[in-house]
């Protein structure tokens, strides 16, 4: 399972919880053909909906996510 969270830098997903400084959020991202729910971290507020990019995976099962452009 490590070795696929190396694998989400750069993938971009959307937020289904949202995401507060301090505070995880959910995001969902593409995986293996489907897609999957990762918690996810923030250095600003991320709204609902929101289309993010993955810079950086904490975790198997955590990323920190950034808004994209």
Same mark, same amino acid.
């Given at each position: 399972?490590?070795?696929? #969270?190396?694998?989400?830098? =750069?993938?971009? +997903?959307? @937020?289904?919880?949202?995401?507060?400084? +301090? !505070?995880? +959020?959910?995001? @969902?991202?593409?995986? !293996? +053909? =489907?897609?999957? /729910?990762?918690? /996810?971290?923030?250095?600003?507020?991320?709204?609902?909906?929101? !289309?993010?990019?993955?810079?950086? $995976?904490?975790? /198997? !099962? #955590?990323?920190?996510?950034?808004? $994209?452009?």
């Amino acid at each position: 399972m490590e070795e696929l #969270s190396q694998d989400l830098m =750069g993938t971009v +997903g959307h @937020v289904t919880v949202p995401i507060a400084p +301090g !505070r995880p +959020g959910e995001v @969902v991202l593409p995986v !293996r +053909g =489907g897609t999957e /729910a990762f918690t /996810a971290f923030a250095d600003e507020a991320i709204a609902k909906h929101q !289309r993010v990019v993955v810079v950086e $995976c904490r975790t /198997a !099962r #955590s990323v920190t996510v950034t808004p $994209c452009a």
